[in-house]
């Protein structure tokens, strides 16, 4: 513990000497991790918590990811279409591991449950499912898991800058009560422990998960939300911008990582 | 929704001790929690588990409130011969879930 501390005031310090330094040279992020220490949260796991995902029949993220394939198939809306009329399951390996992505007509990036729910709304003439809903999670664990072992591949382009660096920053920027950033965690602390749990890396890489605490399957928004409250800091709501924009650096920031959905975390 | 998963080894040799897996999917609410606004939410729980192997009773188990949801079980019979293992779950409410799988004992 002492560790850590002493670790945030090193980085209090820093922080007051920036403004100095950024006249000399530009502030470079000096905290992320190297390339070659990046490793799923999959690591810092208990052989037990491990072993749950490693076994399908023992995961129980699996009842997610079999519920979303029976919607997969299963017509809905106005046009009475299922997913699988327009694509193959077998055509939705790697997409998870490019999302967020930009969608052309909000003119911003979506994740892959926008990227269902507007799958739904525009073609299938459906009610968008809500945020945490059993379906949308169904369908999303579904089409992760077809992307079960492709590395995460994010590209940086023009559109997607500006939401990029707002993304970074919300994740550099000390918020809350506490006030402390998830950089300090999850940069700089990863693998010390905090109240005797191992700090992770935070690399999504198994959304959504399974998550022991929760007793059930949930989102990465859901995960950014318990982390915003436990700094005690305003969690925005589901779908917000702010997310995406999280999102978007954190599955930059895994890049090279395979996706392990469903996994399971504690 | 797949209500279980279940894990028999397909194939084993005769009086051979093999491993079964069960999971089946369940909120398991213990009855002590409350909602966002106080009221209690009722439990709802398995409380029994039974599995058959030919019609045999080879292992039955008891399940609390502190039972995490999706109750994972596994334990171990010996193959005696060829059949069906059947599996049953019971709730508070007497309603059942089944599944069952075959096992071939050479």
Request: a negative charge; hydrophobic letters at 35%.
């Amino acid at each position: 513990m002492s560790e850590v501390l002493e670790n945030l005031r090193s980085r209090t310090l820093s922080a007051l000497l920036l403004p100095a330094l950024s006249l000399i040279a530009p502030p470079a992020s000096s905290t992320e991790i190297p390339a070659a220490q990046k490793q799923s949260d999959y690591e810092s796991m208990s052989p037990q918590t491990r072993a749950m995902q490693d076994d399908d029949s023992v995961n129980p993220g699996m009842f997610w990811v079999l519920d979303g394939e029976e919607r997969w198939g299963r017509k809905d809306g106005s046009s009475n279409l299922s997913c699988a009329d327009c694509h193959t399951s077998e055509s939705m390996r790697g997409v998870a591991a490019r999302y967020p992505s930009f969608e052309v007509e909000s003119q911003r990036p979506i994740d892959l449950q926008e990227r269902i729910n507007i799958c739904r709304s525009r073609r299938q003439n459906a009610t968008p499912f809500r945020y945490e809903s059993k379906e949308l999670l169904a369908l999303s664990a579904f089409v992760a898991y077809e992307s079960r072992g492709v590395p995460i591949q994010i590209t940086i382009d023009e559109r997607l800058n500006p939401f990029f660096d707002a993304g970074r920053a919300l994740f550099e920027t000390r918020q809350g009560q506490l006030n402390i950033s998830c950089a300090q965690c999850h940069d700089d602390n990863w693998g010390k422990r905090m109240a005797g749990n191992i700090i992770p890396q935070a690399q999504p890489t198994g959304y959504p998960v399974y998550r022991l605490e929760w007793q059930e399957l949930g989102s990465l928004q859901r995960r950014l939300r318990n982390c915003l409250f436990g700094m005690r800091a305003e969690t925005y709501p589901y779908g917000a911008i702010e997310y995406i924009e999280l999102e978007l650096y954190m599955a930059w920031r895994a890049n090279g990582l395979k996706i392990e959905t469903p996994a399971v975390r504690p | 929704m797949a209500r279980a998963l279940i894990n028999v080894p397909r194939k084993a040799r005769r009086g051979e001790i093999v491993e079964i897996k069960t999971l089946v999917s369940h909120p398991m609410e213990t009855g002590y929690r409350r909602d966002n606004i106080g009221n209690p939410i009722p439990r709802d729980i398995i409380s029994r588990f039974v599995c058959m192997y030919n019609g045999t009773e080879v292992f039955r188990a008891d399940l609390f409130p502190a039972v995490a949801a999706n109750p994972f079980l596994s334990f171990f019979t010996v193959a005696t011969e060829s059949g069906t293992l059947e599996f049953q779950w019971t709730d508070d409410q007497d309603n059942t879930q089944t599944a069952s799988a075959s096992i071939e004992v050479e």
